[in-house]
């Protein structure tokens, strides 16, 4: 971002002055506005003072003060209510002007479309919009200036960048978190780990001491260096002594992970209704990460877990209970397909919206973790019902509905082959795709 706005504005900032607005200060907005003498302006008056006797600045100077552009950069960082216009009246830009630019910037970044928690940057000359420039993406800046009286020029400046495969693999001695860590995945890259294998393993109370993991994933390098992680293309964890592998596969009805035969992850009912990601964004505001305690002392199980843990719906289905039920305190039951019910009890409070009869999606929030009806502390009363029957959630053969189809199987086949041989350490990774090849043959390079 710094290495494309001008020049002049970088080796000028020093002559900056903060300035507060009243009268912006009624507008939803925070933003910097900074005023700065033109370069030329500036020279002029640290040659005056070689002038000793000279106790104002020299006629030529002055006209030179008096002939600098008057030039300001505004700095908004949005919230999700600011829409361009609105900061384009704010500035006093005609509405027209505004049509004007929006126009121009169209075929590279609709400006309707700002997004929360970036800054849009303006810059002003004599009061008069000059130019804005808008980051809209870790790699890609949109510049629109103007382009004589009342036209506007949008450009495109985008930073090196290339999107690297790299193979990140540990082993786990304290919390899967820490260690992922450790071994060089960022948050990120543990989030999407543990999302992949949900269905297969329950990160928030069953990783334990010596089990492994290995990610293949793509990382965006912005100017050589490591930014974000991409897609995971392959993984493989083993938990408890069992090695679960995914395969990053696009098929016919989007990308999905596959197991090493070619079938689903997905299944009807998740390993635990207590997420790992949840968990982890939840307490994240707390210093530590709670690795949760599971018990099963009767027919359903028991995760000792701290008051206000979010729970997750096991599956999607529909709520057939929501309410006070005796010993089991705040109680939520839903029916899956499958004829599998899930029941969630001791709960501190049931989300929002969630009442008999509502439709939830596996993965939505239902309530929180809490210690209401019969219940010696906070811990989350987990049942799955098969029918009538009530049933070990541990022991459910998880059943996959989907597989790669006859057609695709010789392309998952190749993806699968290449993606186990990165991931077993056989292959050096290499970038992939970007446009570091592009700038460098620009730079003449
Ligand atoms: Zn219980």
Request: charged share 25%; proline share 3%.
């Amino acid at each position: 971002m710094e290495k494309n706005s001008a020049p002049g504005v970088q080796k000028t900032r020093k002559d900056h002055r903060h300035i507060i607005i009243a009268a912006l200060s009624g507008v939803a907005l925070f933003l910097t506005v900074v005023f700065f003498l033109s370069p030329e302006a500036s020279s002029n008056k640290n040659n005056t003072g070689a002038i000793i006797k000279a106790a104002t600045p020299s006629a030529a100077a002055e006209a030179a003060l008096n002939d600098a552009p008057r030039v300001a950069r505004y700095d908004f960082r949005l919230s999700d209510k600011n829409t361009f216009y609105q900061i384009m009246s704010v500035l006093n830009v005609p509405g027209t002007e505004a049509e004007e630019v929006r126009e121009a910037a169209r075929q590279i970044y609709d400006l309707k479309r700002l997004r929360k928690d970036t800054v849009l940057r303006v810059f002003t000359k004599d009061d008069l919009l000059d130019k804005i420039e808008y980051k809209y993406s870790d790699v890609e800046t949109l510049l629109v200036e103007r382009d004589g009286e009342d036209a506007f020029k949008a450009t495109k400046a985008e930073l090196p960048h290339e999107m690297m495969e790299s193979v990140i693999s540990g082993t786990i001695e304290n919390s899967l978190y820490e260690d992922g860590i450790k071994a060089g995945a960022d948050p990120q890259a543990i989030m999407a780990l543990s999302d992949i294998f949900a269905w297969d393993v329950d990160f928030a109370s069953d990783i334990r001491k010596g089990d492994s993991f290995s990610i293949l994933a793509e990382v965006l390098y912005i100017d050589g260096a490591p930014r974000k992680t991409g897609r995971i293309l392959g993984a493989e964890m083993v938990n408890d002594g069992k090695k679960y592998t995914a395969y990053y596969f696009e098929g016919a009805d989007g990308g999905s992970y596959y197991d090493a035969e070619g079938k689903s992850l997905r299944r009807t009912l998740l390993k635990s209704p207590l997420r790992f990601r949840r968990i982890t964004s939840h307490f994240s505001k707390g210093r530590f990460h709670p690795i949760l305690k599971r018990y099963r002392p009767h027919h359903g199980i028991d995760y000792a877990a701290p008051t206000g843990t979010p729970i997750e719906s096991a599956g999607s289905g529909r709520v057939v209970y929501a309410g006070w039920k005796g010993g089991y305190g705040n109680f939520v039951m839903i029916k899956h397909n499958n004829n599998y019910s899930t029941a969630y009890g001791h709960l501190s409070r049931i989300a929002k919206g969630v009442r008999t009869g509502a439709k939830v999606d596996q993965g939505a929030v239902i309530g929180y973790v809490g210690s209401t009806g019969i219940s010696t502390g906070p811990h989350l009363h987990y049942e799955v019902h098969l029918g009538k029957s009530l049933i070990n959630p541990l022991s459910i053969k998880a059943v996959s509905d989907r597989a790669v189809s006859k057609k695709e199987k010789q392309r998952f086949a190749a993806i699968k082959d290449e993606v186990a041989r990165k991931l077993s350490g056989d292959v050096t990774v290499t970038a992939s795709k970007g446009n570091v090849e592009k700038a460098a043959s620009a730079k003449g390079l």
